[in-house]
């Protein structure tokens, strides 16, 4: 069975910084593509960077130049550096793993305030 298990989420103002970590445990031979993906209230959820098992990154346009994807495979962990946020990056942050199959995390909450 594979959990992954986030943190880092939190209250922060405007202008400010986050990281999110999420940890994969369990049955894993080896991950491919690691993400963040996060919902807004009334929104979508919507892909906010990945990770691919050799590093090549890939993210949304809203966050490009604000915000930094790495992984560990090591330790199975992959990071999300938030820098600069703003108010539309408040939403619950999901991490997601490309395994045999996609898994989920039960996501994190980032507020930004003004």
């Known amino acids: 069975q594979v959990q992954l298990v986030e943190s880092g989420g939190g209250l922060v103002q405007a202008g400010g910084s986050l990281r999110l970590s999420c940890a994969v445990s369990g049955s894993i031979f080896s991950i491919n593509t690691m993400g963040w993906y996060r919902q807004a209230p009334g929104k979508q959820r919507e892909l906010v960077a990945t990770?691919?098992?050799?590093?090549?990154?890939n993210y949304a346009d809203s966050v490009k130049g604000r915000f930094t994807i790495s992984r560990d495979n090591a330790k199975n962990t992959v990071y999300l550096q938030m820098n600069s946020l703003k108010l539309a990056d408040t939403a619950v942050y999901y991490c997601?793993?490309?395994?045999?199959?996609?898994?989920w995390g039960q996501g994190t909450q980032v507020t930004v305030s003004s």
């Open positions: 990770i691919s098992s050799g590093g090549t990154t």
């Open positions: 997601n793993a490309h395994i045999r199959y996609f898994y």
